[in-house]
């Protein structure tokens, strides 16, 4: 029997399940990956914006990061809403300790009802130590601004965010999201050498709370599995994409995207075969 492959998500929370966490939990289980988390913050937040945060103690969130390593060492690590410059050094530590397991950076720093996930005294250390030990880094076009100091406009903007994230700043590969760059839903994934340009189809719906999450979270699962990279970041964009298709209509805000919508695609899930 082959060895059940894991992933650990080192992010926030969500009670109405749609983001964070729990977009990752339900993500890595509709890919077949063992799912483990590590909570950093957790926030009362639902379909219409951010109530209240609570952030973990540091030595709490090492206790976590401890239980999980002296036990499952998992085969992929992401990362979304972290929050200070104490926790990225923390995590960093561990992430260095494991060069082998592919990590990837969800750079969050603001819910899509604009409250800030992360503070912004933490945006130099989140570009100086976190992006260069990232196998894929995965900023949507505001985040993507931060990170190269300049304004994204066009798609051809968004490779030279690409280039300057890979070639300048460190990381493996880019993939910078076009969710919120007009009509095109067009991403952009770059590795050093190659430029992908990733396009699907635009759905109409406000039912995208927690898709950053979700397209990152396929990326981890699908690397936790050992597909190769370009072809882990292509399959994550049909997985969003799916989940996007088939809204569940429900909460009163930014519903949540359905991530079971791969299945009514017909899309396969492990490589090969069909559910
Ligand atoms: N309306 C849409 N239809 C189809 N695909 C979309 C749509 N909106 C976003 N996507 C895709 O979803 C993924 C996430 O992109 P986006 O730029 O929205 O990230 P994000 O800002 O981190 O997520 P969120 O909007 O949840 O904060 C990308 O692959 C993007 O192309
Ligand atoms: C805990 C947490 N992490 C991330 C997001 C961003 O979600 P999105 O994927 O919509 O950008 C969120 N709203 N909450």
Same mark, same amino acid.
């Not at 300048?168 to 990381?171: E, F, L, N, R, S």
């Not at 088939?246 to 930014?254: E, R, S, T, V």
């Given at each position: 029997m082959n060895q059940i492959k894991s992933a650990l998500t080192i992010a926030g929370t969500d009670p109405t399940g749609g983001a964070g966490i729990h977009a990752d939990l339900k993500t890595f289980q509709e890919r077949e990956v063992f799912g483990m988390s590590v909570i950093t913050s957790a926030v009362a937040q639902n379909t219409m914006g951010v109530q209240a945060v609570e952030h973990m103690p540091i030595a709490f969130i090492e206790e976590q990061l401890k239980s999980v390593f002296d036990d499952i060492v998992p085969d992929a690590i992401k990362t979304g809403m972290v929050s200070s410059v104490d926790m990225m050094q923390l995590i960093a530590t561990y992430i260095k300790d494991r060069p082998s397991v592919p990590y990837i950076l969800d750079p969050v720093m603001v819910a899509t009802s604009g409250d800030a996930l992360m503070e912004e005294a933490s945006r130099e250390v989140l570009k100086d130590e976190l992006l260069p030990l990232a196998k894929v880094v995965t900023p949507n076009v505001p985040e993507a601004e931060i990170l190269i100091n300049s304004k994204i406009e066009t798609i051809d903007d968004m490779k030279r965010a690409a280039r300057l994230i890979v070639d /300048?700043? #460190?990381?493996t590969s880019a993939v910078v999201k076009g969710g919120h760059l007009g009509e095109d839903v067009t991403d952009v994934f770059y590795d050093g050498h190659e430029m992908v340009l990733l396009s699907g189809e635009r759905y109409e719906t406000n039912h995208t709370h927690g898709t950053g999450c979700t397209f990152a979270a396929a990326i981890t699962a699908e690397l936790a599995k050992g597909t190769e990279l370009k072809q882990a970041v292509e399959l994550a964009k049909e997985f969003v994409s799916a989940a996007l298709q088939?809204?569940? #209509?429900? /909460?009163? /805000?930014?519903g949540p995207t359905n991530h079971w919508g791969y299945r009514l695609k017909g899309l396969p899930n492990q490589k090969g075969s069909d559910m």
């Open positions: /300048g700043k #460190g990381a088939y809204p569940l #209509g429900i /909460g009163k /805000g930014n």
